[in-house]
């Protein structure tokens, strides 16, 4: 019988639904769904095999607008419904999708233990630094002096810095992606899905309908200048001083994964605790 190579025969179109983004037009996120499809074909995952998480945002939709088992769960959650689906399905390939608003505010608390627990999932973080769904509401990485008649006069708060934050809460593939190369996104993405254990993607994905500005990503961001570490205080250094902007894999770490197929063989018998709970 011919073994066929599943690279070859998936391609970026078999990983699209039928449902038509709703995204406003030039918004960053077409591009990192096309990311998603050509990581997956270059993977040659069958779509049955992955998983799409998402909280609540106009990023979050986008497990909607692939061909994968998908979940659309509630603002800032989408960590947890991930890391439950991952610990009982360790056979799935997981990939959790949220914004600036759902992953670093009311999402915050659970992207910290995320990184501490080292769950093997993706967790790609669209950041456009602001609300784009509720109509251009400041996230917390938006710049102090983002001056709107939402915000007058600006925040006046020092962003908060999410590759910073995963470093110190011990997450151990942390990458930096501009919605506006696919290519290197989706390659990005491949590696980040192969890593075992929780890695961490940040796209910058611009949100042109409340921040125009954001266009001008384009011509600022670049590769970064040197190779991915895999010593945390290099990468802090480097993190911790590089002008936002820095694309590709920043840290590669080693540290064990969560054991899920461990958590899987101690789970009870669900009938016989059913019929406990019912006495
Ligand atoms: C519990 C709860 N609080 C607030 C909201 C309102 N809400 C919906 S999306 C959103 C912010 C989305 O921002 P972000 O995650 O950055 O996504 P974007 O729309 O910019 O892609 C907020 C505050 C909600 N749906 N549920
Ligand atoms: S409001 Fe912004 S983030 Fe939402 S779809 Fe439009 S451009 Fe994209």
Request: net charge negative; hydrophobic share 40%; with cysteine.
């Amino acid at each position: 019988m011919a073994v066929v190579d599943m690279r070859l025969a998936c391609k970026p179109a078999d990983y699209k639904s039928d449902v038509k983004p709703i995204w406003c037009p030039g918004c960053g996120d077409y591009h990192v769904l096309m990311s998603f499809t050509r990581a997956f074909a270059q993977l040659g995952l069958p779509s049955e095999q992955i998983a799409v998480i998402s909280g609540i945002g106009c990023s979050s939709r986008i497990p909607a607008y692939t061909s994968c088992y998908g979940f659309h769960g509630v603002h800032g959650r989408s960590l947890a419904i991930g890391a439950g689906l991952k610990v009982t399905r360790p056979d799935l390939t997981v990939v959790v999708a949220s914004g600036d608003g759902d992953g670093y505010s009311i999402g915050g608390n659970h992207f910290i233990h995320a990184c501490r627990r080292n769950i093997d999932m993706t967790y790609v973080v669209m950041d456009n630094r602001v609300y784009g769904m509720t109509k251009g509401q400041p996230s917390p990485t938006t710049e102090p002096d983002f001056d709107t008649a939402l915000s007058p006069g600006g925040t006046g708060l020092s962003p908060f810095h999410p590759l910073v934050i995963a470093l110190a809460s011990g997450a151990n593939f942390i990458a930096r992606c501009f919605s506006g190369e696919p290519n290197a996104t989706a390659d990005v993405l491949v590696e980040a899905i192969k890593h075992p254990g929780f890695s961490f993607v940040e796209i910058l994905s611009p949100c042109v309908t409340f921040r125009p500005d954001e266009k001008a990503w384009k011509d600022v961001v670049h590769p970064a200048p040197v190779a991915a570490t895999n010593d945390p205080a290099k990468a802090a250094r480097r993190i911790m001083t590089d002008d936002g902007f820095n694309l590709g894999i920043l840290y590669r770490g080693d540290r064990r994964p969560y054991r899920t197929d461990s958590a899987v063989d101690e789970l009870p018998d669900l009938a016989e605790l059913e019929r406990e709970f019912e006495q």
